[in-house]
């Protein structure tokens, strides 16, 4: 593991170089663990400060259990003194650093902007881990297991009178148990018309025989995130019901078919669509985007949308998720995710891609 994050530190320091910057300060906790396999509790505020041959923490303590990969660590709950320091210490006062703008906090960044000059590095951060090494598409392969092994939860708690909390309430406890240890569990989760709606959530309306149940999952666990979708009906399904799903399963396998290093996120986008456009299904076809990248965070680009051209990279972890909302038949969304490789995509879900019958 050493040699990995010595890897993604010279990455990192190779990247901020190039767009001449004298280093980086970061606070996002999925980029404070990518580059030190130490993952902060949510509820403490730490500063990685990324200089050419430094990394120094700025923590109101420093984490037991971990072999440092860090050349200093600044102990202190005043983050502005302990930024000031460890920017002294690095000789980074003075030159322009990047910090992910849209996370940094305002608290430190004016205090600073007097002493340096800050600017957005949010997409330098994207693009240095876009290509997720074997450490981290391990990582995620396990997260995806996870889902495969709380959607099997949910097909058994799905049962006419049981609400959605309930059974959010039951792929969560799924999930710690899986991981060992906590999560933020984000998730999409409708039933019957509820499934039409703009991402809804969980509530405590309880589930009716024949309607639909559509369950997407996007938790960040232990550092890294998982996100596919999967679709239930509360007894037995309709001819249509399973038509409008088969559909989508035609769609997926189509947007699988061209995942390969240098396809554009607008080609994927393009065929994804018109798989549903040509079997009639246009009109209902979703509005939303086609798919994205996630691994660290969620979502990561590229966006799978008609505009976006960037092209695919192997080591890229990409959903694909593809969706039909019909009023009569309900509201269905099918995701796939996949690692990009040289030879075409690893898809890594294990739960069926069809429509389950919760009987």
Request: hydrophobic share 40%; net charge negative; proline share 7%.
């Amino acid at each position: 593991m050493k040699d990995t994050l010595a890897n993604r530190l010279e990455t990192l320091q190779a990247a901020f170089d190039k767009e001449g910057l004298s280093g980086l300060i970061l606070n996002q906790g999925a980029y404070v663990y990518h580059l030190t396999d130490w993952l902060p509790p949510s509820w403490a505020t730490i500063f990685a400060v990324v200089g050419s041959g430094e990394l120094i923490l700025v923590t109101p303590f420093v984490p037991e259990g971990i072999e440092p990969v860090w050349s200093a660590a600044i102990t202190t709950e005043d983050t502005v003194a302990g930024l000031e320091q460890a920017l002294s210490q690095a000789r980074m006062l003075g030159g322009p650093l990047g910090v992910v703008m849209g996370a940094f906090p305002a608290a430190n960044a004016l205090p600073l902007s007097g002493q340096v000059e800050l600017r957005d590095a949010t997409d330098l951060m994207y693009d240095v881990t876009a290509a997720k090494d074997e450490v981290a598409q391990q990582a995620i392969r396990e997260r995806v297991s996870y889902l495969d092994k709380a959607f099997e939860v949910a097909k058994t708690a799905i049962k006419p009178g049981v609400s959605e909390t309930a059974v959010f309430g039951a792929i969560f406890t799924s999930l710690a148990q899986s991981l060992g240890g906590t999560l933020t569990l984000d998730c999409n989760f409708g039933s019957g018309p509820r499934t039409l709606g703009n991402e809804p959530e969980p509530t405590n309306k309880l589930l009716e025989a024949g309607e639909v149940v559509m369950i997407d999952l996007f938790p960040v666990m232990g550092g890294y995130v998982a996100d596919y979708t999967r679709n239930f009906v509360v007894g037995k399904p309709t001819d249509d019901q399973l038509a409008q799903h088969a559909t989508l399963e035609r769609a997926l396998a189509a947007g699988e078919s061209i995942l390969r290093p240098g396809t554009k996120a607008s080609e994927i986008d393009q065929l994804v669509r018109k798989t549903l456009e040509d079997e009639g299904w246009g009109e209902f076809a979703y509005q939303h985007h086609t798919g994205h990248a996630f691994g660290l965070t969620i979502p990561e680009p590229p966006w799978l949308l008609p505009d976006v051209d960037m092209p695919l990279r192997a080591g890229m972890v990409i959903a694909v998720e593809p969706g039909i909302y019909h009023p009569a038949n309900g509201g269905m969304r099918l995701e796939g995710n996949y690692i990009i490789t040289e030879d075409g995509p690893e898809s890594l879900v294990g739960f069926p891609a069809r429509l389950i019958a919760c009987e």
